[in-house]
């Protein structure tokens, strides 16, 4: 068999193990989560992309439970954010960040104090000459510092960073277990790359900003890369890919996390569609917009 047809052999199973259904539901929850046509298969991945460089198996809403996920409780029931280094007037609002990560997980939210990078190990980027800070060091670091009252303390920054020597970059990164991660917003932003900001960049880097604190915070919870449909759990290789994936999760991840957190679905999308309509952002607003309809069927 080539390798291109076995490629896509071993995409079609994981497909299939990655949908299964996600166990018995109560009535008023089963719309919810139930595959329907508004949420979109996952698509062959083409070179370049995740998928097609890393065979992932997916996680079922079983395998997820077995795996005994961190949940938040009466004791540990908030998201902090916290700066790092100099945001500057070109990063995307820590108010509505703090907002959306509210809406998104439907945890109280609170934003702190910003704080400095000084004394993390970092390096000069080979081809591009910037400054980059390791993650490895600014997430020990966060994890000695997580509230008590905390589920999740999430460094967000708009210096470079790196996971280690190898690596060009990462978007983000969090722990499964310490309560800790960090995000950089520096590569949302076209001037990063030296390229002109068209219109709207504002509107896009915040877009880009809420899918990586998303994504990196939902694997905090437990969820791992989604592998069955359209979905803000996608493993993401580069910017376009990221720019290709929806602001929400597939009904198997949504399960997950309503399993953690104990929202109400219908709630849910009603305070993400508040954001999505003030933040902008059109095409989740639409999708939103029918999908409250759906559920309240």
């Known amino acids: 068999?080539?390798?291109?047809?076995?490629?896509?052999?071993?995409?079609?199973?994981?497909?299939?193990?990655?949908?299964?259904?996600?166990?018995?539901?109560?009535?008023?929850?089963?719309?919810?989560?139930?595959?329907?046509?508004?949420?979109?298969?996952?698509?062959?991945?083409?070179?370049?992309?995740?998928?097609?460089?890393?065979?992932?198996?997916?996680?079922?809403?079983?395998?997820?439970?077995?795996?005994?996920?961190?949940?938040?409780?009466?004791?540990?029931?908030?998201?902090?954010?916290?700066?790092?280094?100099?945001?500057?007037?070109?990063?995307?609002?820590?108010?509505?960040?703090?907002?959306?990560?509210?809406?998104?997980?439907?945890?109280?939210?609170?934003?702190?104090?910003?704080?400095?990078?000084?004394?993390?190990?970092?390096?000069?980027?080979?081809?591009?000459?910037?400054?980059?800070?390791?993650?490895?060091?600014?997430?020990d670091r966060l994890r000695r510092q997580v509230p008590a009252d905390a589920y999740a303390l999430l460094g967000v920054t708009m210096e470079d960073i790196y996971p280690g020597p190898d690596w060009n970059f990462v978007f983000g990164q969090a722990t499964l277990r310490d309560r800790a991660g960090i995000y950089s917003f520096a590569r949302y932003d076209p001037a990063f790359y030296d390229e002109p900001r068209p219109e709207g960049w504002r509107r896009l880097m915040l877009l880009r900003t809420c899918k990586v604190l998303a994504h990196e915070t939902g694997h905090m919870f437990g969820i791992r890369h989604c592998t069955a449909y359209l979905c803000v759990m996608n493993g993401t290789n580069h910017l376009q890919e990221t720019d290709a994936h929806p602001l929400r999760l597939c009904p198997v991840d949504l399960r997950k996390l309503q399993q953690s957190v104990g929202f109400n679905p219908l709630e849910r999308d009603q305070r993400l569609l508040a954001f999505s309509e003030e933040a902008g952002f059109t095409d989740e607003a639409a999708w939103l917009r029918k999908r409250i309809a759906h559920l309240r069927q």
């Open 1 to 139: 068999m080539s390798r291109p047809a076995a490629l896509l052999l071993s995409f079609a199973l994981l497909l299939a193990c990655s949908r299964r259904e996600p166990g018995e539901l109560a009535p008023e929850l089963r719309k919810a989560f139930e595959p329907s046509e508004d949420f979109e298969p996952m698509p062959t991945p083409a070179p370049g992309d995740w998928l097609s460089e890393h065979q992932e198996k997916g996680q079922t809403f079983e395998q997820f439970v077995l795996s005994k996920p961190l949940r938040p409780d009466a004791r540990r029931s908030r998201i902090y954010l916290q700066p790092l280094g100099e945001l500057g007037p070109d990063a995307p609002p820590l108010d509505q960040i703090g907002r959306f990560t509210e809406a998104f997980f439907g945890l109280e939210t609170r934003v702190l104090p910003a704080k400095s990078l000084e004394g993390i190990r970092g390096r000069v980027h080979p081809e591009m000459g910037r400054r980059q800070y390791l993650t490895g060091d600014i997430i």
